[in-house]
């Protein structure tokens, strides 16, 4: 079956590219599924590449240690947890108690099947919010994947904002072709952009952005024409670059 399988950030450049040659749906009818894989799937990514290609993108949640540890349903934009292979958990982010269904905290994987070397309550570093319903089978669904827990922004009263809160607010945004929100210092930030010509929305943005981490603190736009990919692949959209977040996150 033809399929597309990448990481969120090169699907959607590739979408981006689509569309500028004036791609669209019709000229992918060969093309049965999309699948990301490595990082969170964007809400703006998800559009952009279902306005251009057709089809709706399913995220993979998986890591190289353990698997494939959850799948999104079509249609449904949750990921069914692989309850077969794994007891996933989903634990608070200042302790160890089980995070309610709607609170985000850390993914904890124990693997079912690992002999050799068994993988027992293993943190993956990573960001989720449980879903309180099951599916269909009665298996256990993760609402959304919010990112790595290192990527955690501290805003100007200490409160700890999730990556996802910067993706969902970025998706509304057009003529936008790629951004990654930095955390530099204590109260510090500043949000890096690729934007097409017409893009004239900083006011707005920065207004929104400031809501998000504080209305005193110190926020500064920067225009490059392009941001850099990791040898990973990996292009994380917030990245915490103050040295003394995990101190002032409590972790």
Known sequence: IPCVIGHPNGLDALALHCARRGDGP????GLRGIITIGEALLPSTRIRVREVFGLDPLSRYASAELGVLAHER?????????????HLEV???DGDRPATPGEV?????????????????YDLEDLAVLSGELDDHGVPM???IEGRNQEIVIATDGTRVSPFAFGYFMRTFRHLEAFQFVQVGP???????VVAPAFDAEAEMRTGLLQIVGADADLTFEYPSSLPVPASGKRPYVVQAWQGAAGASGQ
């Open 26 to 29: 019709r000229d992918f009818t």
């Open 74 to 86: 079509p249609g449904v934009e949750r990921h069914v947890v692989n309850s077969a292979s794994y």
């Open 91 to 93: 634990l608070a982010l």
């Open 105 to 121: 905290g850390r993914v904890v994987a124990t693997d079912l099947y690992a002999e050799a070397m068994p993988l027992i309550r």
């Open 142 to 144: 993760i609402e959304r």
């Open 187 to 193: 109260g510090r930030y500043r949000m890096k952009l």
